[in-house]
Protein backbone atom coordinates (compact mmCIF):
# COMPACT_ATOMS: atom_id res chain seq x y z
CA UNK A 1 0.00 0.00 0.00
CA UNK A 2 1.08 3.76 -0.05
CA UNK A 3 2.81 5.28 2.38
CA UNK A 4 4.59 8.45 3.44
CA UNK A 5 7.33 8.96 5.88
CA UNK A 6 8.30 12.93 6.59
CA UNK A 7 11.10 13.84 9.13
CA UNK A 8 10.04 14.21 12.73
CA UNK A 9 9.57 17.02 14.53
CA UNK A 10 9.68 19.08 16.32
CA UNK A 11 11.57 21.67 13.96
CA UNK A 12 13.08 25.13 15.82
CA UNK A 13 14.20 27.79 13.99
CA UNK A 14 14.78 31.62 14.13
CA UNK A 15 13.07 33.79 11.68
CA UNK A 16 14.84 34.01 8.43
CA UNK A 17 16.61 30.90 8.74
CA UNK A 18 16.15 27.95 6.10
CA UNK A 19 13.66 25.47 6.27
CA UNK A 20 14.09 21.90 4.89
CA UNK A 21 11.63 19.50 5.60
CA UNK A 22 12.08 15.69 4.70
CA UNK A 23 9.45 13.85 2.95
CA UNK A 24 9.54 10.35 1.12
CA UNK A 25 6.65 8.16 -0.13
CA UNK A 26 6.07 4.64 -1.22
CA UNK A 27 3.51 4.17 -3.64
CA UNK A 28 2.77 0.97 -6.74
CA UNK A 29 1.53 3.97 -9.34
CA UNK A 30 1.95 7.47 -10.36
CA UNK A 31 1.00 9.51 -7.25
CA UNK A 32 0.36 13.29 -6.83
CA UNK A 33 2.37 14.87 -4.10
CA UNK A 34 1.08 17.66 -1.42
CA UNK A 35 2.24 19.42 1.15
CA UNK A 36 -0.86 20.85 3.40
CA UNK A 37 -0.46 23.09 6.48
CA UNK A 38 -2.46 22.67 9.87
CA UNK A 39 -2.15 26.51 11.67
CA UNK A 40 -3.30 25.87 15.92
CA UNK A 41 -6.90 24.91 15.95
CA UNK A 42 -7.54 24.97 12.41
CA UNK A 43 -8.35 22.38 9.33
CA UNK A 44 -5.72 21.92 6.56
CA UNK A 45 -5.29 23.89 4.07
CA UNK A 46 -3.12 23.29 0.71
CA UNK A 47 0.32 24.55 0.50
CA UNK A 48 1.49 23.34 -2.65
CA UNK A 49 1.05 20.03 -5.34
CA UNK A 50 3.04 18.45 -7.73
CA UNK A 51 1.33 15.83 -10.16
CA UNK A 52 4.03 14.34 -11.77
CA UNK A 53 8.03 13.81 -11.79
CA UNK A 54 10.32 16.90 -11.73
CA UNK A 55 7.05 19.26 -11.36
CA UNK A 56 7.71 21.80 -8.62
CA UNK A 57 5.18 23.12 -6.39
CA UNK A 58 5.56 26.27 -5.09
CA UNK A 59 3.08 29.04 -2.76
CA UNK A 60 3.86 31.85 -0.18
CA UNK A 61 7.98 31.16 -0.76
CA UNK A 62 7.60 27.39 0.05
CA UNK A 63 8.99 25.16 -2.78
CA UNK A 64 9.03 21.34 -3.37
CA UNK A 65 10.05 19.14 -6.42
CA UNK A 66 8.70 15.76 -6.86
CA UNK A 67 11.47 13.45 -7.55
CA UNK A 68 10.88 10.36 -8.86
CA UNK A 69 14.05 8.77 -8.91
CA UNK A 70 14.58 8.85 -5.05
CA UNK A 71 10.67 9.63 -4.36
CA UNK A 72 11.13 12.46 -2.32
CA UNK A 73 9.14 15.69 -2.18
CA UNK A 74 10.89 17.62 0.28
CA UNK A 75 9.43 21.12 1.56
CA UNK A 76 12.02 24.27 1.41
CA UNK A 77 11.81 27.50 2.34
CA UNK A 78 14.40 30.15 1.80
CA UNK A 79 13.64 32.47 5.02
CA UNK A 80 11.07 31.62 7.21
CA UNK A 81 8.41 33.71 9.37
CA UNK A 82 7.10 33.63 12.91
CA UNK A 83 3.76 32.98 10.57
CA UNK A 84 4.54 30.16 9.24
CA UNK A 85 4.83 28.17 12.34
CA UNK A 86 2.30 24.93 11.94
CA UNK A 87 2.25 21.88 11.59
CA UNK A 88 3.17 20.89 8.00
CA UNK A 89 1.70 17.42 6.44
CA UNK A 90 3.36 15.55 3.13
CA UNK A 91 0.21 12.82 1.64
CA UNK A 92 -0.11 12.22 -1.60
CA UNK A 93 -2.68 9.99 -3.91
CA UNK A 94 -3.34 8.08 -6.69
CA UNK A 95 -5.28 6.12 -8.96
CA UNK A 96 -5.18 2.69 -7.30
CA UNK A 97 -5.98 4.20 -3.47
CA UNK A 98 -8.94 5.85 -5.54
CA UNK A 99 -7.30 9.56 -5.26
CA UNK A 100 -7.69 9.32 -1.00
CA UNK A 101 -4.84 10.98 0.47
CA UNK A 102 -2.27 9.34 2.60
CA UNK A 103 -0.42 11.69 4.91
CA UNK A 104 2.84 11.64 7.10
CA UNK A 105 2.54 12.04 10.43
CA UNK A 106 2.96 15.62 10.42
CA UNK A 107 6.22 18.08 11.07
CA UNK A 108 6.01 20.52 13.70
CA UNK A 109 7.66 23.68 12.98
CA UNK A 110 8.34 26.48 15.28
CA UNK A 111 10.00 30.08 14.09
CA UNK A 112 11.11 31.85 17.25
CA UNK A 113 11.86 35.90 16.37
CA UNK B 1 -16.43 30.98 -4.20
CA UNK B 2 -16.80 29.71 -0.33
CA UNK B 3 -14.51 27.29 0.89
CA UNK B 4 -15.76 23.84 3.07
CA UNK B 5 -17.73 24.38 5.86
CA UNK B 6 -18.77 22.19 8.97
CA UNK B 7 -20.78 22.32 11.47
CA UNK B 8 -20.85 21.89 14.25
CA UNK B 9 -16.98 23.08 15.26
CA UNK B 10 -17.21 21.72 18.88
CA UNK B 11 -19.14 18.78 20.25
CA UNK B 12 -19.07 17.76 23.62
CA UNK B 13 -20.65 13.73 24.02
CA UNK B 14 -20.95 10.91 26.64
CA UNK B 15 -19.96 7.48 25.90
CA UNK B 16 -22.79 5.44 24.02
CA UNK B 17 -24.40 8.41 22.73
CA UNK B 18 -24.83 8.81 18.92
CA UNK B 19 -23.25 12.22 16.90
CA UNK B 20 -23.92 13.41 13.38
CA UNK B 21 -21.48 15.61 11.59
CA UNK B 22 -22.10 18.05 8.83
CA UNK B 23 -20.15 19.08 5.45
CA UNK B 24 -21.03 21.40 3.01
CA UNK B 25 -18.71 21.53 0.05
CA UNK B 26 -17.01 23.94 -2.36
CA UNK B 27 -19.82 24.69 -5.21
CA UNK B 28 -19.35 22.57 -7.98
CA UNK B 29 -17.18 19.91 -6.42
CA UNK B 30 -19.27 16.48 -6.07
CA UNK B 31 -16.59 14.91 -3.82
CA UNK B 32 -16.70 14.78 -0.24
CA UNK B 33 -14.33 12.92 2.51
CA UNK B 34 -13.91 12.45 5.49
CA UNK B 35 -11.06 12.12 7.87
CA UNK B 36 -10.07 11.46 11.60
CA UNK B 37 -7.09 13.38 13.06
CA UNK B 38 -6.00 12.40 16.42
CA UNK B 39 -2.50 12.46 18.12
CA UNK B 40 -1.79 9.32 18.43
CA UNK B 41 -2.80 7.86 14.63
CA UNK B 42 -2.69 11.24 12.75
CA UNK B 43 -4.64 11.52 10.08
CA UNK B 44 -6.80 8.63 8.58
CA UNK B 45 -9.22 8.26 5.93
CA UNK B 46 -12.64 7.63 6.65
CA UNK B 47 -14.82 6.97 3.45
CA UNK B 48 -15.50 9.31 0.17
CA UNK B 49 -18.78 10.32 -1.42
CA UNK B 50 -19.34 11.01 -4.77
CA UNK B 51 -22.79 11.27 -6.43
CA UNK B 52 -24.70 10.10 -3.25
CA UNK B 53 -22.76 6.94 -3.50
CA UNK B 54 -19.96 6.20 -1.08
CA UNK B 55 -16.87 5.58 -3.55
CA UNK B 56 -14.06 4.43 -1.22
CA UNK B 57 -14.04 3.62 2.16
CA UNK B 58 -11.24 3.11 5.19
CA UNK B 59 -10.45 0.69 7.84
CA UNK B 60 -13.13 2.04 10.59
CA UNK B 61 -15.73 0.05 12.58
CA UNK B 62 -19.19 0.06 11.31
CA UNK B 63 -20.45 2.41 14.29
CA UNK B 64 -18.99 5.14 10.86
CA UNK B 65 -20.78 5.97 8.85
CA UNK B 66 -21.98 8.40 5.91
CA UNK B 67 -24.51 9.60 3.24
CA UNK B 68 -24.43 12.37 0.57
CA UNK B 69 -27.33 14.22 -0.32
CA UNK B 70 -28.24 15.41 -4.39
CA UNK B 71 -26.50 19.34 -3.28
CA UNK B 72 -23.28 17.22 -2.50
CA UNK B 73 -23.59 17.86 1.30
CA UNK B 74 -22.49 14.78 3.52
CA UNK B 75 -23.03 14.02 6.67
CA UNK B 76 -20.96 11.41 8.68
CA UNK B 77 -22.55 9.23 11.94
CA UNK B 78 -21.03 7.91 14.50
CA UNK B 79 -23.47 5.55 16.43
CA UNK B 80 -22.26 3.98 20.15
CA UNK B 81 -19.51 6.71 21.05
CA UNK B 82 -16.52 5.57 22.71
CA UNK B 83 -13.97 7.62 24.57
CA UNK B 84 -11.42 6.82 21.70
CA UNK B 85 -13.64 8.64 19.22
CA UNK B 86 -12.41 11.90 20.39
CA UNK B 87 -10.66 13.67 17.66
CA UNK B 88 -10.71 16.59 15.12
CA UNK B 89 -12.79 15.30 11.76
CA UNK B 90 -12.32 16.76 8.82
CA UNK B 91 -14.27 17.00 5.50
CA UNK B 92 -12.53 17.92 2.20
CA UNK B 93 -13.98 18.25 -0.96
CA UNK B 94 -12.69 17.84 -4.44
CA UNK B 95 -13.05 17.84 -8.30
CA UNK B 96 -11.35 16.29 -10.53
CA UNK B 97 -8.54 18.01 -12.77
CA UNK B 98 -7.05 17.74 -15.83
CA UNK B 99 -5.43 14.07 -16.21
CA UNK B 100 -7.55 12.73 -13.64
CA UNK B 101 -6.17 13.77 -10.39
CA UNK B 102 -8.11 15.44 -7.84
CA UNK B 103 -7.16 17.93 -5.05
CA UNK B 104 -8.77 17.99 -1.98
CA UNK B 105 -9.82 21.02 -0.11
CA UNK B 106 -10.50 20.96 3.82
CA UNK B 107 -12.84 22.05 5.85
CA UNK B 108 -11.54 23.80 9.56
CA UNK B 109 -13.25 20.59 11.28
CA UNK B 110 -15.58 19.17 13.91
CA UNK B 111 -13.48 18.69 17.32
CA UNK B 112 -15.59 16.09 19.26
CA UNK B 113 -14.99 15.09 22.94
CA UNK B 114 -16.13 12.62 23.68
CA UNK B 115 -16.31 11.88 28.05
Known amino acids: GNSVTQMEGPVTLSEEAFLTINCTYTATGYPSLFWYVQYPGEGLQLLLKATKADDKGSNKGFEATYRKETTSFHLEKGSVQVSDSAVYFC????????????FGKGTLLTVNP | KAGVTQTPRYLIKTRGQQVTLSCSPISGHRSVSWYQQTPGQGLQFLFE???????NKGNFPGRFSGRQFSNSRSEMNVSTLELGDSALYLC??????????????FGPGTRLLVL
Open chain 2, 92 to 105: ASSHRGPGGQETQY
Open chain 1, 91 to 102: ALSDRGSNYKLT
Open chain 2, 49 to 55: YFSETQR
